[in-house]
């Protein structure tokens, strides 16, 4: 089992470019969650979603979207990129309401510059 | 809402024991989570405290008071490699669907 994974690892953007970062899991997880950690700050929860074809915002869900068209996939976008969203990404999926939410699995992370 | 509070670094030295303290204030709460995460790795998760008491994993404790809205995580016979950031997480909401997170606590482990 591979896990979670996250393309890319790496990306630097122009501020206005656009991008998606993609998460895949091997679980069967029904939960997934996108997070962003700046130095200092923890994890933030960017949205997350409960099963395929659903999402919901969480902490700090301004300037991305998501979607889950896919149980094993869970998408990031950013349509304008600015430079506030230089970040490190993590992408985890949990089991849910039958195996217990509390433990995630996280994937890698990517790392985005917006210059 | 939800929010933990953590002390932003410890230091210990190698053999030692450490207690990482997180104290929270929520709307409902269902109980308390430690992550753990190196240096440019991911956070994986060490344990998780539904009720009142100690859960033991190995050299790694979990404590949570419910009553005082508090837990700690306790290392014991530390290591080099426990030098890491250590993150109490607790649910978003009364749905517990996701999880809030401390901002972290920076272990340092000197020998």
């Known amino acids: 089992n591979a896990g979670v994974t996250q393309t890319p690892k790496f990306r630097v953007l122009k501020t206005g470019q656009s991008m998606t970062l993609l998460c895949a899991q091997d679980m069967n997880h029904e939960y997934m969650y996108w997070y962003r950690q700046d130095p200092g700050m923890g994890l933030r929860l960017i949205h997350y979603s409960v099963g395929e074809g659903t999402t919901a915002k969480g902490e700090v869900p301004d300037g991305y979207n998501v979607s889950r068209l896919k149980k094993q996939n869970f998408l990031l976008g950013l349509e304008s990129a600015a430079p506030s969203q230089t970040s490190v990404y993590f992408c985890a999926s949990s089991y849910g309401p039958t195996g217990g939410f509390e433990t995630q699995y996280f994937g890698p992370g990517t790392r985005l510059l917006v210059l | 809402g939800q929010s933990l509070e953590q002390p932003s670094e410890v230091t210990a030295v190698e053999g030692a024991i450490v207690q990482i303290n997180c104290t929270y204030q929520?709307?409902?709460?269902?109980?308390l989570s430690w992550y753990q995460q190196h240096d440019g790795g991911a956070p994986t998760f060490l344990s998780y405290?539904?009720?009142?008491g100690l859960e033991e994993t190995g050299r790694f404790s979990s404590f949570l008071s419910r009553s005082d809205s508090y837990g700690y995580l306790l290392l014991q016979e530390l290591q080099m490699k426990d030098s890491a950031s250590y993150f109490c997480?607790?649910?978003?909401?009364?749905?517990?669907?996701?999880?809030?997170f401390g901002s972290g606590t920076r272990l340092q482990v000197q020998p």
């Open positions: 405290n539904a009720l009142d």
């Open positions: 997480a607790a649910p978003t909401d009364t749905g517990r669907r996701a999880l809030t």
């Open positions: 929520t709307s409902g709460f269902y109980g």
